[in-house]
């Protein structure tokens, strides 16, 4: 079974990424969450963490091999716990999580069901039964992703930018966020100092 794929990002669908490994191009099946974070990265290598299955009606014959995947190893394992829930299969389950893991356990694990409902095909007899089912078993899904997905390359003022907000005591995957965040809000952010400015607008959110 393929567990883990690692290659250049060739498309972007509303359900799908394609992968080229080596010139063998892979359809994985992705949250809604981690369409948007894959399409900035086409043309990029990324790693996925996927699983395998069979696609198709138990009463037939004619059963499609699927691959899904996600850019932590965590967000697979949470996955696979949600899906265990009764009425969420695997393709409704990649709806569903349109928000990122660690936000859909924190409103399991509060009961949130006005959240839950908010999310797509999830009704408010199928939040009440998610949180029946995994209420208490999350735990170690509440905190954000160690693995986000990968970065575009610092341009030379991007990495200022970001050697500047460390020297001040920021964290770098944070200072790199708030730093990407900036540019991709304002293309025209060539300069350190205001990338700086932007960034820690960012932090403070007030941009």
């Not at 079974?1 to 250049?8: E, Q």
């Not at 899904?141 to 997905?149: R, T």
């Amino acid at each position: 079974m393929i567990c883990r794929l690692t290659g250049r990002v060739v498309s972007v669908s509303e359900q799908a990424a394609v992968i080229d490994v080596g010139g063998v191009c892979y359809e994985v099946l992705v949250p809604v969450s981690s369409i948007a974070g894959l399409a900035r990265l086409n043309g990029e290598e990324v790693t996925l963490f996927t699983i395998q299955y069979l696609e198709g009606n138990p009463a037939g014959s004619n059963f499609v091999p699927r691959m899904i995947g996600f850019i932590a190893e965590t967000d697979r394992a949470f996955f696979q716990q949600f899906t265990k829930v009764k009425g969420i299969s695997i393709r409704k389950g990649l709806r569903a999580m349109a928000v990122p893991a660690h936000q859909l356990a924190a409103a399991i694990e509060n009961g949130d069901i006005a959240t839950l409902t908010s999310l797509p095909e999830i009704g408010k007899k199928t939040a009440t039964q998610i949180v029946n089912d995994l209420s208490g078993k999350l735990d170690r899904f509440l905190i954000e992703s160690a693995a986000p997905l990968p970065a575009r390359e610092l341009t030379d003022a991007q990495k200022v930018a970001l050697d500047i907000l460390v020297q001040w005591g920021d964290r770098r995957a944070d200072a790199q966020r708030w730093i990407t965040q900036a540019v991709e809000s304002d293309p025209n952010l060539t300069q350190p100092e205001d990338i700086v400015r932007t960034a820690y607008k960012l932090k403070h959110g007030t941009a």
